[in-house]
T-cell receptor, first 116, second 109 residues
Framework: DTEVTQTPKHLVMGMTNKKSLKCEQHMGHRAMYWYKQKAKKPPELMFVYSYEKLSINESVPSRFSPECPNSSLLNLHLHALQPEDSALYLC???????????????FGNGTRLTVT | GIQVEQSPPDLILQEGANSTLRCNFS?????LQWFHQNPWGQLINLFY???GTKQNGRLSATTVATERYSLLYISSSQTTDSGVYFC???????????FGKGTLLTVNP
C-alpha cells in the first residue's frame, strides 16, 4: 500500500465545474509535489511545496491552484479546465527539501481526471 | 535542466528472459530512483540508487555516478513486469525530479 493517499481515484468534470484533488501523507515529509502525466508521456512537474510554502511553479495555468494547508495535506483546486487537461495527476512527497540527495520521492496512486 | 535518456524505448521479451535497461544523464546524479509504472498508472518505487549496486529479488540496479549512468537488470522476467520503467534524477536541484521518456517493457507469456 502506498503511504501517500490521493482522492478521488477518478474524477469526471465539466469545463465549468470547480473540483479539488486531495493528497495526504503522514510520513513527516516536508516537501510535497504535484505532477501531471498525459497518456504515453512521462510525469511532468507542476508544483513543489517546501515547508508548506510554494517553492516551484512550473508555469502552470492559473486554472490550477495548489494549496498546502499543513505539512500533511496538499490540495489542487481545479476551475474552468479544458479537455486537454485530462490526465493522471500524481502527488508525491519527500523527506528533506534542504538536501539534493538522500530524499527519495514517494508517489501516490494518482487521480485520473477527465474533463468533458 | 537535466536531460535523462533511456534505452531502449521499447522492449519485448518472452517470459523467463533477462534484460538490461539503461539511463544516461546530462548532469550529476542525485536522488536517482528507478520506478515501474504498471498498466493502472501506479508508480512503484523499485530502487533509490544515487550510487552503487542494490538488489531486490529478480531486480538489481547499478549506478556509476562518475560516468552519469544507471542500469536496471531484470532476470527471469514475468508478465507482471510489463509496464513503463522510469529513472528520474534531480541533478543539481533539490526538488525537480526530471523524468525521461521511459522504457516500455512488454513480457509475453
Amino acid at each position: 500500500d502506498t503511504e501517500v493517499t490521493q482522492t478521488p481515484k477518478h474524477l469526471v468534470m465539466g469545463m465549468t465545474n470547480k473540483k479539488s484533488l486531495k493528497c495526504e501523507q503522514h510520513m513527516g515529509h516536508r516537501a510535497m509535489y504535484w505532477y501531471k502525466q498525459k497518456a504515453k508521456k512521462p510525469p511532468e512537474l507542476m508544483f513543489v511545496y517546501s515547508y508548506e510554502k510554494l517553492s516551484i511553479n512550473e508555469s502552470v495555468p492559473s486554472r490550477f491552484s495548489p494549496e498546502c494547508p499543513n505539512s500533511s495535506l496538499l490540495n489542487l483546486h481545479l476551475h474552468a479546465l479544458q479537455p486537454e487537461d485530462s490526465a493522471l495527476y500524481l502527488c508525491a512527497s519527500s523527506q528533506n527539501p534542504d538536501r539534493a540527495d538522500n530524499s527519495p520521492l514517494h508517489f501516490g496512486n494518482g487521480t485520473r481526471l477527465t474533463v468533458t | 535542466g537535466i536531460q535523462v535518456e533511456q534505452s531502449p524505448p521499447d522492449l519485448i521479451l518472452q517470459e523467463g528472459a533477462n534484460s538490461t535497461l539503461r539511463c544516461n544523464f546530462s548532469d550529476s546524479v542525485n536522488n536517482l530512483q528507478w520506478f515501474h509504472q504498471n498498466p493502472w498508472g501506479q508508480l512503484i518505487n523499485l530502487f533509490y540508487i544515487p550510487s552503487g549496486t542494490k538488489q531486490n529479488g529478480r531486480l538489481s540496479a547499478t549506478t556509476v555516478a562518475t560516468e552519469r549512468y544507471s542500469l536496471l537488470y531484470i532476470s527471469s522476467s514475468q508478465t507482471t513486469d510489463s509496464g513503463v520503467y522510469f529513472c528520474p534524477n534531480s541533478g543539481g536541484s533539490n526538488y525537480k525530479l526530471t523524468f525521461g521518456k521511459g522504457t516500455l517493457l512488454t513480457v509475453n507469456p
